[in-house]
């Protein structure tokens, strides 16, 4: 059996990427046509996303810590299910200073503060770590 999110949670991924800026993030994630980019891939980046977090939620105890490298606009569902359904602690890094503004704009006041700088910087012990386009970043790794 697999572990489902919960409604109110999609409630919540909806209202946050109801929020984000996708004009700032087309610029992020396109050389040009960010916002046809956006407008395509809103839904399926959050109906993918939660079924990546119920995958993910049956593997994870409740109260640990995640990190996250690299992590975007495709991981918000992963983290918010995390967040609310597990109890857990998530730090997801990211080197793009506008999307991570972005991010936290449309996260305020919720458990998820993206953080732009190197995961390098990430004290403590993990019990789960997620690495998002690091190795195959073609602007960070030509």
Known sequence: MSARVSRATKVLVAKVFALLDYKTLGRVYCWKGGN??????RQPCQRLG???????LEKLPRGGRSLYIGAGVAELPILLAEAYERQRQVEPYNLRRSEVAALNRAC?????????CDAASARGRFDHLWIVSVLNDPERFP
Request: glycine share 0%.
């Open 108 to 116: 305020r006041s919720l458990p998820v503060c993206f953080r732009a």
């Open 50 to 56: 939660i079924r990546v977090a119920e995958a993910l």
């Open 36 to 41: 046809e980019f956006w407008h395509a891939r």
